[in-house]
C-alpha cells in the first residue's frame, strides 16, 4: 500500500506554463509535508516545508499547499523555466518521526 | 558552511566485499537517516539515529550495518549479505524532537561489478 502517491509520474510542459504537482497521502495526522527538487545524480534539495497547522507556503515562484482532511497537498509553479526541470518529491511525517517518501513527478520543461 | 558531506560519490565493488559509506554533518543535527533510492522508485529508509550511540532499522535494514558514535557521524556499511546492493545512497539529517526541515546530501552511488 502506497502511502504517499504523486500523480503524474511524469510532466512535460513548454517554458512559461503555469504547472500544478500533485501528492496525496493517507493518514491525515501528519506533523508537516515537504516538498523536495531532485536532479540527476544528485541529492534532495528542500524546497517548502508545511506544518501541520498552515495551510500553505510560497518561495519565489513555488507555492505548496496542505489539506489534511483531504489527504493532498499541491505544488504550484508559477511561469515555468527550463531551469525548472527536476523530479519533485514530496514528504509527510507522521508520529513517531515516521518520514515516507512518494516516488516523484519528472518534470521537463521545455524552451 | 553547514550541511552534509557524503564520500564517496562514485564506489564500485566487488560482490563478497563489504564497503563502507561514509557521512558527516556540521548542522548539530540529532537525528541521521540513511535512504536506498533506485531507479523510478522512492526513497526507502535502511537506518536511523536520534541520538548517538543508538539507532534502529528502517524498512528494508538487513544486509546493512551502522553505528553512531559521534553526534556528527552516520557510516553506513553494505555488507556481502545484501543481495542487490547497487543503488544510490542518501543521508539525511534533522533535529529531533522538532517537525523541522530535512536536509540531504549529495548521495553516494555504489555498483557491484
Known amino acids: 500500500k502506497q502511502e504517499v502517491t504523486q500523480i503524474p509520474a511524469a510532466l512535460s510542459v513548454p517554458e512559461g506554463e503555469n504547472l500544478v504537482l500533485n501528492c496525496s497521502f493517507t493518514?491525515?495526522?501528519?506533523?508537516?509535508l515537504q516538498w523536495f527538487r531532485q536532479d540527476p545524480g544528485k541529492g534532495l534539495t528542500s524546497l517548502l516545508l508545511?506544518?501541520?497547522?498552515?495551510r500553505e507556503q510560497t518561495s519565489g515562484r513555488l507555492n505548496a499547499s496542505l489539506d489534511k482532511s483531504s489527504g493532498r497537498s499541491t505544488l504550484y509553479i508559477a511561469a515555468s523555466q527550463p531551469g525548472d526541470s527536476a523530479t519533485y518529491l514530496c514528504?509527510?511525517?507522521?508520529?513517531?518521526?515516521?518520514?515516507?517518501f512518494g516516488e516523484g513527478t519528472q518534470l521537463t520543461v521545455n524552451p | 558552511d553547514g550541511g552534509i558531506t557524503q564520500s564517496p560519490k562514485y564506489l564500485f565493488r566487488k560482490e563478497g566485499q563489504n564497503v563502507t559509506l561514509s557521512c558527516e554533518q556540521n548542522?548539530?543535527?540529532?537525528?541521521m537517516y540513511w535512504y536506498r533510492q533506485d531507479p523510478g522508485q522512492g526513497l526507502r529508509l535502511i537506518y536511523y539515529?536520534?541520538?548517538?550511540?543508538?539507532?534502529q532499522k528502517g524498512d528494508i535494514a538487513e544486509g546493512y550495518s551502522v553505528s553512531r558514535e559521534k553526534k556528527e557521524s552516520f557510516p553506513l556499511t553494505v555488507t556481502s549479505a545484501q543481495k542487490n546492493p547497487t543503488a544510490f545512497y542518501l543521508c539525511?539529517?534533522?533535529?529531533?524532537?522538532?517537525?523541522?526541515?530535512?536536509?540531504f546530501g549529495e548521495g553516494s552511488r555504489l555498483t557491484v561489478l
Open positions: 539525511a539529517s534533522s533535529m529531533w524532537g522538532y517537525t523541522g526541515e530535512l536536509f
Open positions: 493518514d491525515s495526522a501528519i506533523y508537516n
Open positions: 508545511i506544518q501541520s497547522s498552515q
Open positions: 514528504e509527510k511525517e507522521t508520529s513517531g518521526s515516521r518520514l515516507t
Open positions: 548542522l548539530n543535527h540529532d537525528a
Open positions: 539515529s536520534q541520538i548517538v550511540n543508538d539507532f
